[in-house]
């Protein structure tokens, strides 16, 4: 009797055992959106010691802060980064924008966009043994050689579940090898501005060839986040992949960015984004956030495990210290060029009608203008003193492009007569000479000045002188004939004369 309790406690502690091992494996293969500061997405080595609270790079220049008048941006952790306006591309804070780093999983921003604008999302992608061509390690949803997923449950692997053979199997399925998706991405970089982006592969595994800049992803972002599929995805908390052909059970992807996610992180406002992080590239972020009215792009790379609380202080930079400001010709300051003129004529405030600036809140710098005009195009360039703010380019109408050649014709007219004022007036005979020279000038000034009136009369101008030219010729012509009458009229009688006598 004893023997069978002992061995019924034998058994029942053998069971407990096997459930809490069951337990243990379960967590450890459930996916953890909260667990993403500390485990890497594309190295198999997590951090392992406790970075130092102050790293040097907190101390490196802001270049931002040495704009005149421009509110001072906080110190951040993080090697590099930017805020940027997504509307009008206007850059609040630099730090070392346009130094190369490695992105490490935010370039799989550049890899869903490229896939959303050229594959259906109801498209079915059967992936190859491409998939098992990633880092042992490194993050995976477990895709299968010959498993099929559509493509939109594909960009939920890639931007949610940040899947490296997801992003491989999806380049490898439109560029029909990694390597030519590869040259789409390069190439679409070079169309987006980027001078300083080079990618060799479609899910950001470190390689040293494989870098970008904060300026050059802060512009991948901008063009991303233009897609209404890519806003959807990157927004979205969780999803489930629902079984395949191969794979029985569901998958369950949370979403990597914390920020979105209630909890310490949460940031209000956040749209979404995409997190990184390599051994060697450390921690990179991209992150969207709206309030009043204004849509910033936040990006940090070679961050260490602060890289959250280093775009909190971004985004909270920008949002608390600018504001969207509506232009208008009575916001503008004056500035002798084309825009000035444009303004004096009432004609630029439809030019400026749908553009807008982030200013400091207290600005202590004027905003001005500058205009263009280039292939019957207006170009307006707004600055924040000697600080280019935001642009914009339109077609312009025909009073602007009037405006803008007796404008131009008025600044020839100026530099003509400062050109030919004398140098002195030394002698009586060189007052003589220079009064001269100043007849002459204004002799031609008058005929310009008569060109100036008669350009910016209506456009019934030209018929009207059609006319009158008509009237002239034909008046020239009687005349011609009448003259020719008289002459032939005094041969005939001189003819007579003669044969009387």
């Known amino acids: 009797m004893k023997a069978k309790k002992q061995k019924a406690a034998v058994l029942l502690l053998t069971a407990v055992l096997s459930m809490n091992l069951q337990t243990v494996c379960l967590l450890a293969a459930a996916p953890d959106a909260r667990a993403a500061v500390h485990v890497q997405e594309n190295s198999p ?163 040293d060839d494989h870098y970008t800049t904060a300026r050059d992803m802060a512009l991948i972002a901008q063009a991303a986040f233009q897609n209404e599929t890519f806003r959807n995805i990157i927004k979205t908390p969780y999803y489930i992949i629902p079984p395949t052909n191969i794979t029985a059970e569901e998958r369950w992807i949370n979403n990597h960015h914390q920020m979105i996610q209630e909890g310490e992180h949460y940031y209000e406002g956040c749209l979404g984004g995409k997190t990184g992080y390599t051994v060697k590239a450390g921690n990179t972020l991209v992150t969207y956030a709206e309030r009043n009215s204004m849509r910033l792009v936040c990006v940090v790379l070679k961050g260490t495990t602060e890289y959250y609380n280093d775009t909190k202080n971004l985004l909270d930079y920008g949002f608390n210290n600018f504001e969207k400001l509506k232009l208008s010709s009575e916001i503008l300051a004056e500035s002798d060029s084309l825009a000035s003129y444009l303004k004096d004529q009432g004609l630029l405030d439809a030019a400026v009608e749908n553009s807008s600036a982030d200013v400091p809140v207290n600005p202590s710098q004027d905003i001005t203008c500058q205009a263009e005009i280039e292939n019957n195009m207006l170009n307006l360039d707004f600055y924040y003193g000697d600080t280019l703010l935001s642009s914009s380019s339109q077609e312009a109408s025909q009073e602007i492009l009037t405006a803008a050649q007796t404008y131009d014709l008025q600044q020839r007219q100026s530099q003509q007569a400062a050109d030919s004022q004398p140098a002195s007036t030394e002698t009586e005979k060189d007052s003589s000479s220079s009064s001269s020279t100043v007849n002459h000038n204004s002799l031609d000034g008058f005929f310009q000045e008569a060109l100036s009136i008669f350009q910016g009369l209506p456009s019934w101008k030209y018929p009207a002188l059609g006319l009158l030219a008509g009237a002239f010729i034909f008046y020239i012509v009687l005349l011609i004939i009448k003259i020719r009458r008289a002459f032939s009229s005094k041969k005939h009688k001189k003819s007579r004369k003669k044969k009387k006598s």
């Open 45 to 207: 080595e997590a951090p392992e010691a406790q970075e130092p609270a102050m790293p040097e790079s907190y101390e490196w220049e802001i270049q931002s802060n040495d704009i005149a008048g421009w509110p001072q941006g906080p110190k951040i952790i993080a090697e590099t980064g930017i805020v940027m306006d997504l509307d009008t591309g206007e850059i609040l804070y630099a730090k070392g924008i346009d130094e190369k780093r490695a992105p490490a999983s935010i370039t799989k921003i550049m890899t869903a966009m490229l896939a959303i604008e050229k594959v259906p999302l109801d498209t079915e992608i059967t992936f190859t043994d491409e998939v098992n061509n990633i880092e042992p390690g490194s993050t995976h949803i477990g895709i299968k050689p010959g498993e099929t997923l559509s493509m939109e449950e594909s960009l939920y692997g890639i931007l949610l579940g940040s899947a490296n053979e997801v992003s491989s199997g999806v380049a490898e399925y439109i560029g029909g090898t990694v390597q030519a998706f590869v040259d789409m991405m390069n190439q679409r970089a070079q169309e987006l501005g980027c001078k300083n982006t080079h990618f060799v592969n479609a899910n950001g595994l470190y390689a």
